[in-house]
């Protein structure tokens, strides 16, 4: 059987980061916002249609042709401009001009309703916040899934280890059984003490067994969150230490708001109810555009004399409308000023709730690092009893239920340890999320 790879947390970090499921997925959504913004964009420049258009008579049989060109622009203060020409082509032996030109240009600029730029660039902008909210999402999946890989990671690190003191533990247990049937046949010891040992023996393979399937829980956790392939089999080293350390609680406090991506957003959504109460009032006012009109017309026995422009006209007006029943505006205008009080709210919030996680995950920290210090003693002083206990019992001391008190004792110590021991990587890796300092390249970085 092929000796089984290990796979290193900075190996199964870096296949995590280009094949998981939900980090593919953003990167197309954020690909797609990017597409879109582009597409937006595009609004803003020149719009340029060449046209052809013919018609033939019933009566005389002969085609009318036209073709020209429409063009306009919307700039991003509000003023659109448009623009038409276009060539027409009359046959017949009576027509004295068969050519005719006509030329159009309007500009058109909003003066009350819609002439903030906020109304016009409201588009772009919103398109521009889909990216940069795909972007912000893109960072804190990224986060998100270096933290659980590294969870699971230690998780399968924990139960491998777990999987080991049960092993262990069932060799003792195994022995314990054929010391204490030897005793029995040799008359020192009672059918008690037997059923005991087997009953011992009995729970140390069951523990040994839930231990093996959690490995192998973990170890499928671990494909799915890597994109790994569903059967690979590898084994797993060990991460001494993580490659960033967390710094203490009050600068993991300060600038909380500014280091996590979740914060900039809900900020930017603020913002966004702001650019909406503004678009709001300017649509309350009434409608008024000044409008500046050029038109020109041309005529002649060719194309080239009818494409010079004849009798130029400059028009400029006003052109103004307002609906009587404005309670529809008035509604969005109160919507907006609610929504922007609303997220205003939730945003004093979440500056508090980012604070009490920091100091929770520093708690959490402290406290790990307390009960690996009480329970690494008592895993000391219980090793120590199982070592008493099992050699008075082969001395013939005493019957082997010291033994097995003390055996699982030590088990239970064993286990406490082990989980603290863990739990202390596991807490600052929280602590690092919670503050918004784990940065993924160091982690990406590692051997």
Not at 40 to 60: C, G, K, N
Request: hydrophobic content about 40%; glycine content about 6%.
């Amino acid at each position: 059987m092929p000796l089984e790879p290990v796979l290193t947390i900075g190996e199964v970090l870096r296949a995590a980061l280009e094949r998981n499921p939900e980090l593919l997925n953003a990167v197309d959504a954020l690909r797609t916002a990017r597409v879109a913004e582009r597409g937006v964009a595009s609004t803003f420049l020149p719009q340029v249609s060449p046209f052809y258009a013919t018609d033939r008579s019933r009566d005389s049989r002969q085609r009318t042709e036209s073709y020209g060109l429409t063009a306009s622009e919307l700039f991003p203060f509000g003023t659109l401009v448009q623009g038409a020409a276009s060539l027409t082509r009359v046959p017949g032996d009576a027509v004295e001009n068969p050519y005719g030109s006509d030329y159009r240009v309007t500009l058109t600029q909003p003066l009350l309703r819609g002439a903030d730029p906020a109304v016009t660039r409201e588009p772009l902008r919103q398109a521009h916040r889909v990216t940069s909210s795909s972007e912000r999402g893109l960072e804190v999946l990224r986060r998100r899934t270096v933290l659980l890989v590294y969870q699971t990671y230690l998780g399968m690190a924990r139960q491998q280890e777990a999987l080991r003191l049960a092993a262990e533990r069932s060799e003792r247990s195994v022995k314990l059984t054929e010391f204490s049937r030897a005793r029995f046949q040799a008359g020192s010891l009672s059918r008690l003490d037997v059923l005991r040992a087997e009953q011992q023996e009995a729970s140390a393979e069951l523990a040994l067994n839930g231990a093996g399937i959690s490995v192998e829980d973990f170890r499928d956790d671990l494909r799915r969150a890597a994109g790994l392939g569903r059967d690979l089999r590898f084994r797993i080293r060990l991460p001494e230490e993580l490659p960033l350390a967390e710094p203490e609680e009050q600068p993991a406090t300060e600038g909380v708001l500014d280091r996590r991506p979740e914060a900039l957003e809900v900020r930017d959504q603020i913002t966004d109810s702001e650019f909406a109460l503004r678009i709001a009032r300017s649509l309350e006012l009434p409608s008024l555009e000044g409008v500046l009109t050029y038109e020109a017309i041309g005529a002649g026995p060719s194309s080239g004399d009818a494409l010079r422009p004849r009798n130029p006209t400059l028009l400029f007006g006003l052109r103004s409308q307002y609906g009587l029943n404005a309670s529809l505006l008035y509604a969005q205008r109160r919507e907006a000023e609610i929504a922007l009080e609303t997220r205003r709210r939730n945003f004093r919030l979440l500056e508090e709730d980012l604070i009490r996680e920091v100091r929770r995950a520093y708690r959490r920290l402290a406290q790990a690092e307390r009960d690996h210090e009480i329970t690494s003693r008592n895993a000391e002083v219980a090793q120590l009893q199982v070592q008493v206990a099992q050699l008075r019992f082969e001395k013939g001391l005493s019957d082997n239920f010291n033994v097995v008190d003390a055996e699982n004792l030590w088990n239970a110590a064993r286990l406490l340890e082990l989980d603290s021991r863990f739990g202390i990587l596991l807490a600052r890796l929280d602590c690092l999320f919670a503050s918004g300092r784990l940065d993924v390249t160091p982690f990406l970085q590692q051997r």
